[in-house]
Nanobody, 124 residues
């Protein structure tokens, strides 16, 4: 059984930074494409960033380019999302997801495993 556990969310002022972590238990993390998604109240879940099994393929949603950075440590079975210059519109529950395919994309339906989410709140 594969389990994903996010951490690192919290309350931060606009312009601040947070680093989210996603620890993966079970399965073979180093084979998985991984992604971050977020969902704000009343909105659909949206793609934030994805990273392939060896970090050779990285993608960001347009609104996150230059502010967010996705990374992974296969030795620690952990993925990260460094978020800088946070804005109030970044407020959402952030989810990590694992795709059994080595290269993952922007479509949440292609992901096989999901974490429970971590709340990020950015105050103005």
């Amino acid at each position: 059984q594969v389990r994903l556990v996010e951490s690192g969310g919290g309350l931060v002022q606009a312009g601040g930074s947070l680093r989210l972590s996603c620890a993966v238990y079970g399965g073979t993390f180093s084979n998985y494409g991984m992604g971050w998604f977020r969902q704000a109240p009343g909105k659909e879940r949206e793609f934030v960033a994805s990273i392939s099994w060896n970090a050779g393929n990285i993608n960001y949603a347009e609104s996150q380019k230059g502010r967010f950075s996705i990374s992974r440590d296969n030795a620690k079975n952990t993925m990260y999302l460094q978020m800088n210059s946070l804005k109030p519109e970044d407020t959402a529950v952030y989810y990590c997801a694992a795709d059994k395919a080595p290269v993952s994309g922007i479509d949440p339906l292609t992901y096989d495993y999901w974490g429970q989410g971590t709340q990020v709140t950015v105050s103005s």
